[in-house]
């Protein structure tokens, strides 16, 4: 059964510095890997999706990147911004569903 | 736009009370789910429907039933709504390309309180 867990659960940094948040999956044979934002009381809004044959992904400040080999997978914000504070879901299929971590709830101060 | 709606956005019941949450979606995706988020806590899928085929997670409680009439729509039927069950109730949907990659596609959730 697939596990997923997210390290660190918060984390809270000065606006401006750049960060790396962690995922970590227990079942390497993954066709892909997707990472959400979750503001609070919200859904969850989808940033980028990694293919299994893909290293990484790039959307403005995000690079999200794929070791399938170790079994993880990062997400780094450039330059954060207060507007990024919120909490980031990674999450890995498992069978017809997806397996999700906990999250990492990401505070930027201004 | 394309996308997951979700209605009511908050919802209030009575301990016992039966209760339905409404999904719907424009993308045309053949799979939808139903997750159950606690506070501070990953979305817990309930189950699941490949087209019209119908997927219960193990441990899902017979209490929370869903219905999909057509591909548009999927509810979420809670019989007898406990203390236990208020949450928040996401509703998401993927489309299978048969390649194994599911990208999936939320709504904006439903808070449920129960009292």
């Known amino acids: 059964k697939q596990e997923v867990t997210q390290i660190p659960a918060a984390l809270s940094v000065p606006e401006g510095e750049n960060l790396v948040l962690n995922c970590s999956f227990t079942?390497?044979?993954?066709?892909?890997l997707q990472w959400f934002r979750q503001d609070p009381g919200k859904g969850l809004t989808s940033l980028l999706l990694?293919?299994?044959?893909?290293r990484e992904q790039t959307s403005g400040r995000l690079n999200a990147s794929l070791d399938k080999s170790s079994g993880r997978s990062t997400l780094y914000i450039a330059a954060s911004q207060p507007g990024d504070s919120a909490t980031y879901l990674c999450a890995v299929p498992n069978n017809n569903d997806m397996r999700f971590g906990a999250g990492t709830r990401l505070t930027v101060k201004p | 736009d394309a996308m997951v709606i979700q209605n009511p956005r908050y919802q209030v019941t009575q301990f016992g009370k039966p209760v339905t949450l409404s999904c719907s979606q424009t993308l045309n995706h053949n799979v939808m789910y139903w997750y159950q988020q606690k506070s501070s806590q990953a979305p817990k899928l309930l189950f699941h429907y490949y087209d019209k085929d119908f997927n219960n997670e193990a441990d899902t409680p017979d209490n929370f039933q869903s219905r999909r009439p057509n591909t548009s729509f999927c509810f979420l039927d809670i019989r007898s709504p406990g203390l236990g069950d208020a949450a928040m109730y996401l509703c998401?949907?993927?489309?299978?390309?048969?390649?194994?990659?599911?990208?999936?596609?939320f709504g904006p959730g439903t808070r449920l309180t129960v009292t």
């Open positions: 079942d390497s044979a993954i066709y892909n």
């Open positions: 990694i293919q299994s044959s893909q």
């Open positions: 998401a949907t993927s489309r299978d390309l048969g390649t194994g990659v599911y990208e999936q596609y």
